[in-house]
């Protein structure tokens, strides 16, 4: 029985309830992409552009995007896409055999630090790590002090993410996601997020441009792409020697 919550998606080309000469002649009519969407139940078929379109489509046939439930027995890290007028998102994940199961979403805007750092406080977990974008070193002009500073003054310890190309953070998220299981029901958002994050097309030159879409799944797209450049981080380090890790991740 499918469980509540569950996606479930019934393509045509597998349940064989429209006639395979009907499906074809659909498919000319329509268009590849509107057939996909339409038909295959590829809701990224129709975004063009679409970042992580391919592994996003992936994951949710192999049932990676389900019900992930929290395991008491695991701590959650966090990853932070940190703003102050504009939006700041949360990622909830536990690290299990290799496995990254992300397993809450939290954003909100026009909040301050204190607020985010009492929801994270108000849920029943054990935290391990939290990474953050480079900006935290930004000093506040209101108290002097940097929103690293001022977190850690609130008990929470984040490590920084080294700042490198876009491109290179994307491709760190392409990599990582294939072995991530996503929440259906906790993380809608960022879900959506990921279905949706896409580069624009530029017509007179018949190319997409390089950097993406600055829009409402920038935030936790890019939370996202903190999470694995934090883990890649971690992983370099823990193969690193010492004194070399020590200077390259700057943990206080």
């Known amino acids: 029985m499918q469980k509540i919550g569950s996606p479930y998606k019934a ?12 499906l074809i002649k659909a498919k000319e009519v329509m268009g590849e992409k509107k057939y996909q969407q339409e038909f295959e139940c590829d809701w990224i078929a129709n975004i063009e552009g679409a970042v ?3 592994v996003i ?6 049932k990676k995007i389900a019900r992930v439930p929290y395991d008491p027995s695991l701590p959650v890290s966090t990853s932070w896409d940190l703003g102050v007028s504009d939006h700041t998102a949360i990622i909830f994940f536990q690290q299990k055999a290799g496995a990254v199961n992300i397993i809450d979403y939290y954003e909100e805007r026009g909040q301050g630090l204190p607020h985010y750092i009492q929801v994270i406080n108000e849920k029943d977990y054990i ?8 900006d935290i070193e930004v000093t506040e002009f209101s ?22 190309p876009l491109e290179d953070g994307i491709h760190a998220t392409t990599m990582t996601l294939p072995r991530c299981f996503i929440d259906v029901d906790h993380c809608k958002k960022l879900i959506d997020a990921l279905r949706h994050y896409h580069r624009k097309y530029i017509d007179k030159n018949r190319m997409f441009r390089s950097k993406p879409v600055h829009d409402w799944s920038s935030h936790a797209c890019d939370a996202m792409r903190y999470l694995c450049v934090g883990l890649q981080e971690i992983n370099a380090k823990q193969s690193a020697p010492q004194s070399v890790a020590d200077n390259e991740y700057r943990i206080i």
């Not at 045509?12 to 309830?17: D, N």
């Not at 002090?145 to 929470?156: D, H, I, M, P, S």
């Open 127 to 134: 935290y391990k790590d939290h990474f953050a974008p480079h």
């Open 52 to 54: 992580y379109g391919d």
């Open 11 to 22: 393509k045509a080309s597998e349940t064989k309830i429209v006639d395979e000469e009907e």
């Open 57 to 62: 489509a992936k994951m949710e046939d192999d």
């Open 143 to 164: 108290n002097g002090k940097t929103r690293r500073e001022v977190a850690y003054q609130l008990g929470v310890r984040f490590k920084v993410v080294p700042k490198i």
